[in-house]
């Protein structure tokens, strides 16, 4: 995958294999309490997902003008991945990306991703944590109801874009 033009069949199923891997390992860390990685896993099940679909309707993304022509499918962030998945409509929102994460939570599968996605980012970057959220501790047994919600937007994420390859 080192242009987008040479992407194949391989790069995406490699893709998707390893969605159901990482999500695989999510839920035995969340089984043994490890949150922190649990966290991280889950944001890079639907980024591997995101990546793949991406993959899949590049040539239509690009027609469209949601992905540049110089971008390389495989340098792209989750958060660049996000907003080509709201701008094809795969991920629909409601909101206008103002409210916190956890009202985020009430809107579409779209804006709620922002939740799974900011504890990614507070699990992985040392200031998004002192800046985001200080008092949130991974070690917390109440900690597993936000995994549970996370697990409910994976699914909801890949509904979509399962949804979105069988309408194709």
């Known amino acids: 995958m080192t242009e987008n033009t040479h992407t194949s069949l391989e790069d995406f199923k490699r893709l998707v294999n390893w969605a159901g891997h990482l999500h695989e390992e999510a839920e035995q860390c969340a089984g043994a309490g490890y949150w922190r990685a649990a966290f991280i896993l889950s944001a890079a099940t639907v980024e591997a997902g995101l990546a ?36 094809a409509g795969w991920l629909p929102f409601v909101l206008d990306g103002s409210e916190d994460e956890s009202e985020a939570l009430a809107g579409g599968v779209g804006d709620a991703i922002r939740f799974l996605i900011k504890l990614r980012n507070v699990a992985v970057h040392p ?17 597993s109801d936000w995994f549970s919600i996370c697990e409910g937007i994976i699914d909801q994420v890949f509904k979509r874009l399962t949804s979105t390859m069988s309408s194709s």
């Not at 992905?67 to 962030?77: D, N, T």
């Not at 002192?130 to 070690?139: H, S, T, Y």
């Open 52 to 87: 793949a679909t991406v993959l899949c309707f590049e040539p239509e993304l690009l027609s469209k003008g949601l992905l540049k022509p110089k971008e390389v499918i495989a340098k792209l962030s989750l958060a660049r991945l996000v907003d080509v998945a709201r701008k």
């Open 127 to 143: 200031m998004a944590y002192v800046r985001d959220l200080p008092w949130l501790d991974f070690g917390d047994p109440m900690i």
